[in-house]
């Protein structure tokens, strides 16, 4: 029936309808969500997400998109079952990721996906960017820095941007305080090297992954 179809939708926003007399069928109130400006589940958000985890991802990239909340329960049980997302092709991984690092706050989403739980299996190496210091004319660590890189790169691409982002991902594995002052000597080739892991996790096409990897080695 179309009630069923429509409870099997991923968010109330999601699970309307028009009848043939232009009537809007709309039993889970996704019409007061669309006004209350709110991401919510249907029915039971820790069902909808193990039918499909992905429904996760999608949740905070809408939510970015249309500048939009996540409802108090719908983000718990994306925390709850956040591991699920382990289980997602790295294709369809990548394709919620770079729209998401397309949108107007992408730093905001990304920091939403590390307190949810999701960020440790889409990309964990950016998370060994917290607390770790940069010298010289750096005023914020390394993650705070990727993350304002990535929210004021100029350019739409979403290659383009995801190489803002990881632009010093090697640092973390290179930093040396022996000499009293943090150095990150050959960042740049242990960058590189985990650039192309990257890619390939998120299975980037050959000529993405090597886009990616020209511009990193650019930035660094």
């Excluded at 949740?59 to 079952?81: D, N």
């Excluded at 000597?185 to 960058?191: K, T």
């Excluded at 090297?193 to 090597?210: F, N, Y």
Aim: aromatic share 6%; net charge negative.
């Amino acid at each position: 029936s179309l009630e069923q179809d429509l409870e099997r939708r991923d968010f109330t926003i999601n699970a309307m309808a028009l009848d043939i007399d232009q009537t809007i069928i709309d039993p889970f109130s996704g019409k007061q969500d669309l006004i209350d400006k709110v991401i919510r589940a249907v029915g039971d958000a820790d069902r909808r997400f193990k039918e499909d985890a992905l429904r996760m991802l999608r949740a905070v990239r809408i939510a970015s998109q249309l500048k939009f909340s996540i409802s108090k329960e719908t983000l718990s049980a994306i925390q709850t079952e956040a591991e699920l997302i382990q289980h997602i092709s790295g294709e369809r991984i990548r394709d919620e990721f770079l729209k998401i690092l397309m949108t107007a706050t992408p730093s905001e989403s990304i920091t939403l996906l590390d307190e949810v739980g999701l960020l440790q299996y889409i990309l964990p190496e950016l998370l060994e960017a917290k607390g770790v210091e940069q010298a010289h004319h750096h005023i914020y660590d390394v993650w705070k820095h990727s993350l304002l890189a990535v929210e004021h790169c100029p350019s739409r691409d979403p290659i383009v941007r995801l190489a803002s982002l990881l632009h010093d991902i090697g640092k973390p594995r290179t930093a040396d305080r022996s000499s009293g002052t943090i150095t990150f000597y050959n960042h740049e080739v242990m960058g590189s090297r985990m650039v192309k892991e990257i890619g390939a996790r998120l299975k980037l096409s050959k000529h993405d992954t090597q886009r990616l990897f020209t511009l990193v080695r650019w930035h660094m």
